[in-house]
């Protein structure tokens, strides 16, 4: 019974992690979604909308989280849409993201580059693709340099990868083409709507769990959200219904948080 027993955990085990193959062991996603509860007169139910100030935000003031990463699927999420390259035509998927994807959706770059931050602050019409976009699309040819059009807009293509994940989350993964955000949202007119979050946390150490030491962090990217850091801090806490006080710099958040407890 007992190897029995060990044999189920181990296999059980095994399972579970072979779904966080390719992906950061450390990271989360979060949707918008409605509001559960009332707040401030407010009844329940309010579609809550993330727009690119507020990633900025959360990056500058949240020091828990190493990568903060907008993402938008042109069609919604595992949306579709038409890409062609000459007289060839396929659908395949179509995501807005920063560069820092690739420390969270972890892949290898085969060919050329990944996105990189100027393509963000210079709105370059550019894409990375998967390795199966390069076969249907391009044959025997490589895709780098290539010029493609989606949704009538052209796309120069500067990279290729393939998913280190397995089964059909890495075919899933190869058909599709990532753009910066920021071209993404001026490109197809989406103002400044997010449609998802992807982030990681920082892994705790032995050093930066003692008392009066932090986490060291990877320095944050700097976003080109077109609102001030106040700004976006007053929007986020409106249709978030948080009551917290903007801050107007870097902090600790679990320092701040520690003081309030001893204070209550």
């Known amino acids: 019974m007992i190897v029995l027993m ?24 979060v949707w918008n979604s409605r509001t559960s509860m009332p707040y401030g007169g407010m009844k ?12 900025k935000y959360l990056q500058d003031n949240l020091e828990e989280l190493e990568y903060v990463v907008p993402m938008s699927q042109l069609g919604g999420y595992r949306g579709q849409n038409e890409v062609v390259y000459k007289n060839r035509t396929a ?18 770059t085969l060919n050329g580059r990944f996105l990189k931050q100027s393509d963000l602050t210079e709105k370059r019409k550019v894409a990375v693709c998967g390795s199966a976009v390069e076969r249907i699309l391009f044959g025997d040819e490589s895709a780098v340099g290539k010029s493609i059009k989606i949704n009538e807009v052209y796309f120069l293509i500067v990279g290729v990868y393939k998913s280190v994940k397995s089964d059909d989350r890495a075919v899933e993964e ?40 932090s986490s060291t962090r990877a320095s944050p990217a700097s976003y ?20 917290r006080p903007a801050a107007t710099g870097r902090r600790s958040s679990a320092a701040s948080r520690k ?3 001893r204070g209550s």
């Open 6 to 29: 060990l044999g189920i955990g181990n296999g059980l085990q095994s399972g579970v992690l072979s779904q966080f193959s390719g992906t950061a062991t450390n990271s989360f996603y």
């Open 44 to 55: 329940p139910g309010r579609f809550i909308q993330m727009r690119y100030s507020d990633i």
């Open 91 to 108: 659908n395949f998927g179509v995501v807005g993201a920063t560069p820092e994807i690739q420390h969270i959706q972890l892949v290898n």
């Open 174 to 213: 190869e058909n599709r083409l990532y753009i910066p955000f920021d071209t993404y949202l001026h490109a197809f007119n989406f103002g400044e709507s997010v449609g998802w979050r992807r982030a990681s946390a920082i892994c705790p150490t032995p050093s930066s769990a003692s008392p009066g030491r």
């Open 224 to 243: 080109s959200a077109p609102t001030t850091r106040r700004a976006a801090a007053s929007s986020m806490a409106r249709r978030c219904s948080v009551g």
């Open 259 to 261: 003081r309030r407890r």
